[in-house]
């Protein structure tokens, strides 16, 4: 539970697969983050346009609610890069080193498998509101695969995120695995 | 299976995974799916993306997010400094007067952050050090930071207030102002003890010992303090004066906390607004997942008819409400020494909220005791939060030494819980008076 | 024994949760290996999450504002319509007429039958002043219940503010709405009178008729043998006569709850619901055949309706 924003670029962090899947989950990020602040913007848009200028506001809940939807789910590999997902460290840290690769290892693939589950589930989701052009039940009736991509493709990159990092636990390259520096 | 043993089994298992050291979102999402696999079949699993997307679609959860860009823009400024400063040039002449400048700034900084660790960083980078050039005992320094800085989730705004208002259903607006009193008691307390181990451990000069500054030096540092009085009063005017809802005020409380930290304190750099839009976005996103795969997590356990059979077993006892109490209070410091806020809240509130207000507690007043069992799981082992906030802070005070030095604030708050017990009124009392009887 | 799950999002002493307890409670009875589950107080789902997970055999049973999956099926819209239904009498022969046919054979696509037919009304509350006639609510800022009445009173010069029902209690305390428009027991169950001038509610005419049927898996039914089916069968009569005559007295209740608090009630007049009817034709119903493909032919059969 580290809350500076460690950045775990050991030496291993130059193999080219983990820098390209970092570049991608930064990427993500930065659109997270950017959909943040548009929501700080729309939301105070509508209280100005609501308040001052006595108009309806149609579409602004509903789009500030998509956008920090769609923001968690890009957020996820990004805060996984940084590890920002809080967890409970105890037991690892009580462990001998050789078992702490292992059970970090064996912690990555548990999630590896659980968030590979809400993929598939999650396409799914998004191909049934595509294929039968589903709508939010608004007046704005925003097409419903619109937001549901962000399922589908935040969880892949989370995912791919989570793959690269058990690599390089598995392959020694994670500076994770000395944990002594870790708080 | 009984619903009840099966529970207990959730129980034992979620612990386990959870000890595993897997983040606790993916943690909440494996042990989900693995019991909907087993007891609802495959098709369960069709769900979870739907409920994953259903819990994040709500609008009240924006507020986590604005909030927490209120705390970490002014948190990136000097503010939290001149704060402290201010009150400090202020109560020169009062006996342990820094510890107690150090102690308000917390609070008035708590009244624009959501979260603890921003609090804990923005009063403490500027405030233990200080504390210690003047002679301050380390544990008392380190101590009264990571204490005050838990007030960031009792003094509104908070974010586990909101996570609570979500999960049973109650009203922000309402649960904001119950916070207000108790929040301030606890400074009190706080104050006491930082005084009394001051003159203990360290000595009467210590406390005694201050800068001496002038009325012009006094006067000066005033309009360093106005942004905050801005903000505070702006975010005010907006959630009681008829332009937003509580959950959009923190839009209002973040666009203007943006503005001050660009304008005021100078923060145009791109590279410093991106430090502040980084740490929010990653706290906000890892508390937002929580949330989700917690929303998973208990359509499991009501598949399961879980919650229900706990619910409807707590009933039968015929205890003592106030044994009761005891055990709630006791089950929520042990899950928070261990787990975050927002994880023990959104696991337990839906459960033992309808058991708390069947006891005939408020479920205002039981939010305030739910968080300030909240903040001792914040300062106290094995995962502290705010300790290692303070840790990475003032890296050269040994982690016992906050540890040890902590305790006793531990034992403020444990007081405090008592005292809450002892008057409600302190926490229902506010939001009574502003907001009428609670509907 | 088969065990069906059933979810809804009211409380207990709601008249929705009577309804589903009596088909659970006769089909119990009846002793044929069957038992419905009841989750209520949205424990399962959330309320607009209920039609997915039913339609795809996720979840057995669900009493459910049919209009919520108006962005599946833009058909249901028609089940939220200002001026549709015109007294309950009026949405009892609805439930028997080819209008409400053309909805099912649209349900039995989804895989969903009706077990219990029914409609709730509501009105109209304003913090400031009464509001019968279109041009009550001109230039307030209004949160309404439903797309189509967003749509109508829009057209009747009304600023839309959309936001959690749980949010219009805090939003008329502090002034952010002046009118809201929902149905008669949510009204009592947000203690909406504590902060409202006046209450319009449906009495002899009402625009607000919300369709709220229990519904229920039709391959999970057809997968039930012959005495499971007409235990449910005989329960859902039971309780679709019960559904009828409460849902009357729901109305009458609201209203005395309003009086006791000191709220003044208004009575919206045949010629002024005549007024919304015509602002409804050019907005919503406009915006509805528009939309909807066969939309005209549907309109034109619910209309007919006497
Ligand atoms: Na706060
Ligand atoms: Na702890």
Redesign the interface.
């Given at each position: 539970?580290?809350?500076?924003?460690s950045d775990m670029r050991g030496a291993g962090r130059r193999h080219p697969v983990i820098r390209a899947a970092d570049a991608l989950s930064t990427l993500c990020?930065w659109i997270?983050?950017a959909m943040?602040?548009a929501?700080?913007?729309i939301?105070?848009q509508?209280?100005f346009v609501?308040?001052i200028l006595?108009?309806?506001?149609?579409w602004?809940?509903?789009a500030?609610?998509?956008l920090?939807?769609t923001?968690?789910l890009l957020?996820?590999p990004?805060?996984q890069r940084?590890r920002?997902?809080?967890?409970?460290?105890?037991?690892?840290l009580a462990l001998p080193k050789r078992f702490r690769r292992g059970?970090?290892a064996?912690?990555l693939a548990?999630?590896i498998?659980?968030?590979a589950?809400?993929l598939y589930?999650?396409y799914?989701?998004w191909h049934v509101a595509f294929s039968?052009n589903?709508?939010?039940?608004?007046?704005w009736?925003v097409r419903?695969w619109i937001?549901?991509a962000a399922?589908p493709i935040g969880?892949l990159i989370y995912l791919i995120q989570l793959c690269v990092d058990l690599f390089a636990v598995l392959a020694g390259l994670d500076r994770k695995l000395s944990l002594e520096d870790h708080? | 299976m009984d619903p009840l043993l099966l529970g207990a089994t959730v129980a034992v298992v979620t612990i386990l995974v959870?000890?595993?050291?897997?983040?606790?979102?993916?943690?909440l999402?494996?042990v989900a799916?693995g019991f909907l696999l087993i007891f609802d079949g495959f098709r369960s699993?069709?769900?979870?993306?739907?409920i994953?997307?259903g819990k994040?679609?709500?609008?009240a959860?924006?507020s986590i997010?604005?909030f927490i860009?209120m705390g970490a823009s002014i948190a990136s400024t000097r503010a939290g400094a001149d704060l402290y400063e201010a009150l400090d040039r202020w109560l020169t002449r009062v006996p342990g007067g820094l510890v107690i400048s150090n102690l308000g700034a917390c609070a008035l900084f708590a009244a624009m952050s959501g979260s603890s660790?921003a609090t804990c960083?923005a009063i403490g980078k500027m405030g233990i050090p200080e504390m210690r050039k003047r002679g301050y005992p380390d544990g008392v320094a380190a101590g009264s930071i990571a204490a005050g800085g838990t007030l960031g989730i009792l003094i509104p705004p908070s974010v586990t207030m909101i996570v609570y208002g979500i999960a049973t259903e109650t009203s922000i607006g309402r649960l904001f102002l119950a916070g207000v009193v108790p929040g301030m008691v606890l400074v009190g307390l706080f104050m006491a003890w930082s005084i009394y181990s001051t003159w203990r451990y360290g000595s009467v000069e210590t406390l005694m010992r201050s800068g001496t500054y002038t009325l012009a030096q006094k006067l000066a540092i005033l309009p360093r303090v106005l942004p905050f009085l801005a903000i505070i009063l702006g975010v005010l005017v907006?959630m009681y004066g008829?332009?937003?809802t509580p959950s959009?005020t923190?839009?209002?409380g973040?666009?203007l906390c943006?503005g001050v930290a660009i304008v005021i304190y100078r923060l145009w750099n791109l590279k410093a607004l991106?430090?502040v839009?980084?740490?929010?976005?990653?706290?906000?996103?890892?508390i937002?997942?929580?949330i989700?795969a917690a929303g998973v997590f208990s359509y499991m356990l009501s598949s399961l008819f879980i919650t229900q059979s706990i619910a409807e077993w707590i009933g039968t006892l015929d205890v003592n409400r106030w044994v009761l109490m005891i055990c709630i209070n006791l089950f929520l410091l042990v899950a928070g020494f261990?787990?975050?806020p927002v994880a023990v809240i959104l696991m337990s509130a839906p459960i033992l909220l309808p058991i708390v207000i069947s006891a005939g507690f408020d479920p205002y007043w039981f939010a305030v005791v739910l968080t300030i069992n909240m903040e001792i799981g914040l300062i106290s082992p094995?995962?502290g939060?705010n300790l290692?906030?303070i840790?990475?802070i003032a890296p050269d005070i040994p982690?016992k030494t906050i540890l040890v030095g902590s305790m006793p604030y531990v034992l403020c708050m444990v007081l405090a819980i008592v005292i809450l017990c002892l008057f409600p009124g302190l926490a229902t009392g506010l939001p009574d008076l502003v907001l009428g009887p609670a509907v | 024994a088969t065990e069906l799950r059933l979810s809804h999002q009211w409380s207990t002493s709601d008249v929705r949760h009577k309804v589903a307890q009596i088909v659970a409670d006769e089909v119990a009875a009846a002793d044929v290996d069957l038992t419905i589950k009841i989750f209520p107080s949205k424990s399962l789902f959330k309320p607009?999450e209920q039609y997915k997970p039913l339609s795809r055999g996720q979840l057995d049973m669900t009493v459910f504002p049919l209009?919520?999956?108006?962005?599946?099926r833009?058909e249901f819209n028609l089940t939220l319509m200002p001026g549709l239904v015109k007294n309950h009498d009026h949405a009892a022969r609805l439930n028997d007429s080819p209008f409400m046919g053309e909805l099912e054979k649209l349900m039995a696509e989804d895989d969903v039958r009706v077990v219990v037919h029914g409609y709730l009304a509501g009105g109209f509350v304003g913090k400031d002043k009464c509001i019968t006639k279109p041009e009550d609510v001109a230039?307030l800022?209004t949160r309404a219940a439903g797309?189509a009445f967003?749509?109508m009173l829009?057209a009747a010069g009304?600023?839309?503010?959309?936001?959690a029902s749980s949010e219009i209690y805090n939003a008329m305390q502090t002034g952010?709405l002046q009118a809201a428009n929902t149905s008669s027991s949510s009204f009592v169950s947000y203690r909406i009178y504590e902060q409202v001038k006046c209450y319009t509610p449906a009495a002899d005419v009402a625009l607000w008729f919300m369709y709220q049927p229990l519904l229920m898996n039709k391959t999970a039914y057809e997968e039930l043998n012959d005495a499971q089916r007409a235990a449910i069968d005989a329960g859902a009569a039971k309780a679709q006569a019960y559904y009828l005559e409460e849902a009357k007295k729901q109305d009458a209740a609201s209203v005395e709850v309003f009086k006791k608090a000191g709220v003044e009630i208004a009575n919206m007049t045949q010629d002024e619901f005549n007024a919304w009817r015509e602002i409804a034709k050019k907005s919503s119903y406009k915006n509805f055949v528009e939309n909807v493909p066969d939309g005209q032919k549907l309109l034109d059969m619910a209309l007919s309706v006497e």
């Open positions: 539970m580290t809350d500076t924003p990020g997270a983050a943040i602040v929501s700080v913007m939301t105070c509508m209280i609501r308040s006595n108009h309806s506001t149609i602004q809940t509903e500030v609610v998509y920090m939807v923001a968690t957020g996820l990004y805060v940084l920002g997902h809080v967890s409970v460290d105890l037991l690892p059970l970090i064996f912690t548990a999630g498998v659980v968030v589950l809400m589930y999650g799914d989701l039968r589903w709508k939010s039940d608004t007046v009736g419903l937001p549901y399922m969880f708080h | 959870l000890f595993s050291g897997v983040s606790v979102a993916n943690g999402l494996i799916a699993l069709e769900l979870m993306p739907e994953f997307f994040l679609d709500n609008f959860l924006l997010p604005m860009i660790p960083a907006a008829g332009y937003a959009e923190a839009a209002v973040a666009l943006l991106w430090v839009l980084r740490d929010s976005t990653r706290e906000s996103v890892m937002l997942f929580i989700a261990f787990l975050p094995p995962v939060l290692y906030v840790n990475g982690l | 607009r209009s919520y999956a108006g962005g599946q833009p230039g800022q797309k967003e749509q829009a009304a600023s839309i503010a959309s936001m952010v």
